[in-house]
């Protein structure tokens, strides 16, 4: 699979990150740069320790780098206080985490549009939105159930409608599949493969597993907090 625009999605330059402890300090990233386009299905791999969940956080806005800058769509997000940062993650980031994050006593749909009510949204305005990412997901017959009541592959499915709902312009995954069995991990990469497909969804995964990394447009390595 190859991008589909010749566009830059994001960039990272001479990214360091270095965590202090006491009189000691441990370099996690050491100079990484790298570019990710439109439209890519991006996998970045490595032992675990590698950096490589350090660098996807950094990538989303979700940690900050000791060194180096952060460009999403040809914006610095390096340079955004902290408010910022956070409006601009409910809007134009989404992201899918390996234990689903939802909200028990929600139901599925309370639960898929809670960032647009984070930022101020009113539901009946999405209504349409809603509906065709539940069909996209394939939970349209479970909206009003709650999460106890749901799988553990629709409790994924339902945190990727959430992450999507608000039409992200990047979507970053981290071991989605970690929390799965083998047979349910490999739906979930179909829909995400699927995604990136049919909506020219950009996607950057961090994942363990060769087999969820196989269709993707590329795969980075990380390992000992240098691109290999």
């Known amino acids: ?36 386009m439109q439209g890519e299905f991006v996998s970045i791999m490595g032992p ?7 660098l996807l956080y950094i990538l989303g806005g979700l940690d900050s780098p000791t060194g180096g800058s952060v460009l999403l769509n040809g914006t610095d997000i390096s340079r955004f206080t902290d408010e910022a940062m956070s409006r601009f993650r409910r809007q134009k ?4 985490f390996q234990f689903y994050n939802l909200i028990p006593n929600l139901n599925v749909e309370e639960n ?7 930022d101020g949204k009113k539901m009946r305005d999405y209504q349409n939105s809603l509906q065709r990412i539940l069909e996209v997901v394939g939970l349209s017959d479970r909206r009003t159930h709650t999460p106890r009541e749901l799988s553990g592959g629709q409790q994924q499915r339902v945190a990727i409608a959430r992450a999507l709902i608000t039409s992200p312009e990047i979507l970053f995954a981290d071991e989605p ?12 990469m179909r829909l995400l493969y699927d995604i990136n497909r049919e909506n020219r969804q950009t996607i950057i995964m961090v994942t363990h597993s060769p087999e969820a990394a196989k269709n993707s447009s590329r795969t ?5 907090g240098v691109i290999e």
């Open 93 to 96: 980031i989404g992201f899918v």
């Open 112 to 118: 898929i549009m809670l960032p647009l009510l984070l």
């Open 1 to 36: 699979m190859t991008p589909l625009t010749n566009t830059i999605s994001v960039e990272c330059k001479h990214i360091v990150k270095d965590f202090p402890f006491g009189n000691t300090t441990t370099k996690v990233l050491s100079d990484i740069t790298l570019q990710v």
């Open 220 to 224: 980075i390595t990380v390992r000992d």
């Open 48 to 54: 675990s320790g590698s950096g490589k969940s350090t």
């Open 177 to 188: 599949t970690g929390n799965l069995d083998s047979k349910t991990g490999a739906e979930i």
